[in-house]
C-alpha cells in the first residue's frame, strides 16, 4: 500500500465531502431555525445543475469566450435563481402550515420534492443531460521526499476552494452580521425574538434562501466536475447530505461541513481499501455508532427542552 | 339526496358501460400489442428505442393491410427500468389494456417479474433487448427474446480481451443490478476459461456520480484493462473518471451502452473514444432492413441499439398471428418454436427455451465522433 494510493484516496474523499458539506448546510440550516427536514433540499440542489447547464449554454451561445468570466457569470445567475427557488418553496408549502402539527411540513416537503422532480422531468426531459469538460488539467502533489502522492484537478480545487468560501463566508455573516444575530435569535427562541422585533417571517425566508444559494454553488461545481446529471441527482446526493447534517449534528454549520467531510472519507478510503459494494453500509455503520456516543451528532449541542 | 345521486350515477355508469362496449365490439378489429420499457427515469433512452422500432413496424404493417384485415394497435407502458413498477404495469396492460402479446421489457430486472405475469395471463411476450440468461431459463412457455444471451455476450468480451487486446490484469466492474452483474459473472467465468484471471472484482451504486475512489483503487491495481457491466448512465461517469486520472486502460462493456446518451452522460465524444462494446451485428446494415433505416432517418431518428430489434420483434408477433389466425399465447408460442420469420435483421428462428437459435455478437469501437463501429 503505498503513499500514492492513501493521498489520492484522501483527495476523492474530501472533494466529494465537500459537496456533502455544502448541500448538508442547507438541511442544517432549516432545522435548526425551524425544527424540520426540507426534504425538498436535494432537488433544490438538482435544480441547481440544470440551471447551471442552462446559463453555461446561453453564455457560451451569447458568445462569452473566456471560461473565468463565464463561470463567474453562471455562478451569480445560478445563484440567483436557485435562491428564487428556495424562497418561493418556503413560501408556498411551509408558511402556511408555520403553526401546524410538527408532521405536516415534513409530509409537505416530500410532495414539494416530488413536485420537483417531475416538474423538471416535463420541462427538460427525463434524459441524462451533459455538458462538455470546461476546466482542463491537474496538479500532482508532492510529499516532502519528492514522491508523488496524488493528483487534483483544477475543477477538484476549485471545488474545495469554494466550499471553504462560503462556508467561511456564512459563518461569518451568521456571527458577525445584524442578520445573523437575528437568525440566531430566531433559533434559540422564536416568540421572543418575535417580541423583540424581529420578523421571523423574513428571517426564516432568508433562511431558505442562504441554503438554496450553497445549494447552487454545489450544483454548478458537480456539473462542472462530473459533466452529466439527471432529473434524480437530487435523491442519492440529498440522503448522503442530510446524513452528513445528523453525522455533524444538526443545527450546526460547522458540524455540517465536518460531516461531510467525513462522510466523503469514510466512502473514499472504505471504497479504496475494502470493498465499493459496501461502502454506503460502512458510512451507515459510522453514523450509527456516533449517534450511540453522541445522540445530538459530532458538534451539535444537546436539544433542551424548552418550557 | 344521495339515494337521487345514486341512481344518476348508476344510470350514468350504466350508459358508459354500455357505450364502453360498443367501443371494444366495434374496435375488435384492432389487436391490442403492448410495448413495455424504460419510458423515463435515467434510461428512458432505450424505451424510446423499444417504442420507435415498434410504432413504425405497427405502421408499416397497418399500411400493409395489418393481420388479415386487422390493425395493431400499440399500447405504451413505462416500467422505469424498475422491477416493482415492471409488474405493475404488467398486470395493467394484461388486466385493464387486454393486449394479446408484449413487446419487451427493456431491463433483465425488469422483464424477469414481468414475463411471470404475461405468462400466467396465457398471453405471449417477447423482449428485444433483455440478455440476462434467466430471461429463458424458467421454463416460461410463452417467453421468447430477440436478442442474445450475456453467456454468449461475456464471452466474446471475455474472449476479445484475451485475444485481441492480449491484457492480463482485467478489472472486472458492474452495477449491482440484474443484468450488468450477471453480464460481468459470464465475461469472468469464460474469462477465468481462458486462463486469466481478475486483479478486481467490485460493484458501484447505479444513480452515484462519483467513482473516483473506485477508479483509484483500479489504478493502484495496474488494471490494463476495465470491463463494465451495467448501463451508459454509470459508465459514461466512470470513463471520464478514469480519463480524468490519468487511467487509459481501455473500457469494455455490453449491450447496456448502445445509445448516444453514453456520450452526453460522459461529458463529451472525448472521453467516450476508444470504449468498446459487444452487440449484436449492426441490424442498420443488413440489405432487407434498408428501406425501414431510412424511414427512420427521413423523420430524423437514427434507429441506433434496439431500435431495430424492437421492429422486428413486432414482426415475428405478426408473422405469428397472421399464420395460426390465433392471438393464444400457447398457440403463438408453437408457431415460433417451429417457424423460422424473416424480420428486419434477417431470418430468426427460435430454439425451445425461446431464445434465438443463431447468435452474432461483435465487437464494436467508439470514435471520436461519438459514433460506434464495428471492429474489423
Known amino acids: 500500500m503505498n503513499g500514492y494510493i492513501v493521498g489520492q484516496q484522501v483527495i476523492n474523499g474530501l472533494v466529494l465531502g465537500a459537496i456533502y458539506g455544502l448541500i448538508a448546510v442547507g438541511y442544517t440550516m432549516v432545522y435548526g431555525i425551524m425544527g ?16 447551471a447547464a442552462i446559463f453555461l449554454a446561453l453564455l457560451t451561445g451569447a458568445g462569452v469566450q473566456s471560461v473565468p468570466v463565464a463561470l463567474v457569470l453562471v455562478l451569480a445567475l445560478t445563484i440567483l435563481f436557485t435562491a428564487f427557488y428556495g424562497w418561493t418553496v418556503e413560501r408556498v408549502a411551509y408558511r402556511p402550515l408555520r403553526n401546524s402539527n410538527r408532521l405536516a411540513p415534513l409530509i409537505s416537503a416530500i410532495g414539494v420534492s416530488l413536485i420537483l422532480q417531475n416538474y423538471v422531468r416535463i420541462s427538460q426531459g427525463a434524459r441524462n443531460q451533459g455538458i462538455p469538460a470546461l476546466i482542463e488539467g491537474h496538479v500532482r502533489v508532492n510529499a516532502a521526499d519528492g514522491v508523488t502522492i496524488g493528483q ?4 477538484q480545487i476549485l471545488i474545495v476552494s469554494a466550499a471553504l468560501l462560503s462556508m467561511g463566508a456564512l459563518a461569518w455573516i451568521m456571527r458577525h452580521t445584524t442578520l445573523g444575530r437575528s437568525c440566531r435569535a430566531t433559533q434559540q427562541d422564536r416568540v421572543m425574538a418575535e417580541l423583540l422585533g424581529i420578523n421571523t417571517d423574513h428571517i426564516i425566508a432568508t433562511v431558505f434562501i442562504m441554503g438554496a444559494a450553497m445549494a447552487a454553488v454545489a450544483g454548478l461545481l458537480v456539473t462542472l466536475n462530473y459533466g452529466s446529471f439527471d432529473f434524480f441527482i437530487g435523491f442519492v446526493v440529498g440522503i448522503k447530505a442530510f446524513t452528513a447534517a445528523v453525522l455533524g449534528g444538526i443545527g450546526s454549520l460547522p458540524g455540517a461541513m465536518l460531516g461531510g467531510v467525513i462522510l466523503g472519507l469514510c466512502e473514499s478510503l472504505f471504497s479504496g481499501f475494502v470493498n465499493t459494494d459496501y461502502k454506503d453500509v460502512f458510512a451507515f455503520a459510522v453514523l450509527i455508532l456516533v449517534l450511540v456516543v453522541r445522540p445530538s451528532g459530532l458538534l451539535g449541542h444537546p436539544e433542551v427542552e424548552k418550557v | ?41 435515467s434510461y428512458a433512452a432505450f424505451g424510446e428505442q ?55 421489457h427493456f431491463c433483465s430486472s425488469s422483464t424477469i417479474p414481468a414475463s411471470v405475469v404475461y405468462t400466467e395471463a396465457g398471453i405471449l411476450g417477447i423482449t428485444p433487448a433483455s440478455t440476462n440468461p434467466k430471461v429463458t431459463e424458467r421454463n416460461l412457455p410463452t417467453f421468447f427474446r430477440t436478442c442474445g444471451r450475456d453467456d454468449q455476450q461475456g464471452g466474446a468480451g471475455a474472449e476479445f480481451i484475451v485475444n485481441h487486446l492480449k491484457a492480463k490484469r482485467v478489472a472486472v466492474v458492474h452495477d449491482k443490478d440484474t443484468y450488468g452483474q450477471g453480464l460481468a ?3 469472468k ?45 454509470e459508465a459514461g461517469v466512470l470513463v471520464r473518471q478514469m480519463r480524468e486520472q490519468g487511467l487509459q486502460a481501455p473500457l469494455i462493456s455490453g449491450d447496456g451502452i448502445v445509445s448516444q446518451e453514453f456520450v452526453a452522460s460522459a461529458g463529451g465524444p472525448r472521453f ?18 434498408r428501406h425501414v433505416v431510412e424511414a427512420f ?30 392471438e393464444q399465447g400457447d398457440v403463438l408460442a408453437k408457431w415460433l418454436h417451429a417457424n423460422t420469420v424473416e424480420t428486419v435483421m434477417g431470418p430468426k428462428a427460435w430454439d425451445a427455451k425461446g431464445d434465438l437459435k443463431v447468435t452474432d455478437y461483435v465487437m464494436y469501437r467508439w470514435t471520436p465522433d461519438g459514433k460506434y463501429q464495428e471492429v474489423e
Open chain 1, 36 to 51: 424540520m427536514i426540507n426534504f425538498a433540499h436535494g432537488d433544490i440542489y438538482m435544480i441547481s445543475a440544470y440551471l
Open chain 1, 152 to 155: 487534483v484537478t483544477y475543477t
Open chain 2, 1 to 41: 339526496m344521495s339515494g337521487r345521486y345514486g341512481l344518476i350515477l348508476s344510470v350514468l355508469s350504466f350508459v358508459f358501460g354500455t357505450l364502453a362496449f360498443v367501443a371494444v365490439a366495434d374496435g375488435a378489429e384492432a389487436i391490442r400489442i403492448g410495448v413495455a420499457g424504460p419510458l423515463s427515469g
Open chain 2, 50 to 104: 423499444l417504442w420507435r422500432g415498434a410504432e413504425q413496424a405497427a405502421k408499416d404493417i397497418n399500411a400493409a393491410g395489418g393481420i388479415h384485415g386487422r390493425t395493431i394497435e400499440l399500447i405504451k407502458a413505462d416500467d422505469a427500468c424498475e422491477p416493482k413498477q415492471a409488474v405493475n404495469v404488467a398486470h395493467r396492460l394484461v388486466d385493464a389494456e387486454h393486449v394479446k402479446a408484449v413487446i419487451g
Open chain 2, 185 to 187: 459473472d459470464a465475461m
Open chain 2, 189 to 233: 467465468a469464460r474469462l477465468h476459461g481462458l486462463g486469466v484471471r481478475e486483479v478486481l472484482y467490485e460493484g458501484l451504486t447505479r444513480g452515484e456520480k462519483d467513482f473516483n475512489a473506485l477508479v483509484t483503487k483500479i489504478k493502484s491495481q495496474l488494471a490494463d484493462v476495465v470491463y463494465f457491466g451495467g448501463l451508459h448512465a
Open chain 2, 272 to 289: 467516450v473514444e476508444g470504449v468498446f462494446m459487444t452487440f449484436g451485428r449492426d441490424a442498420r446494415k443488413i440489405y432487407g432492413g
Open chain 2, 297 to 326: 432517418r427521413k423523420v430524423g431518428y437514427e434507429p441506433e441499439g434496439y431500435t431495430l430489434y424492437s421492429y422486428a420483434t413486432l414482426q415475428a408477433i405478426a408473422a405469428a398471428m397472421r399464420a395460426t389466425r390465433s
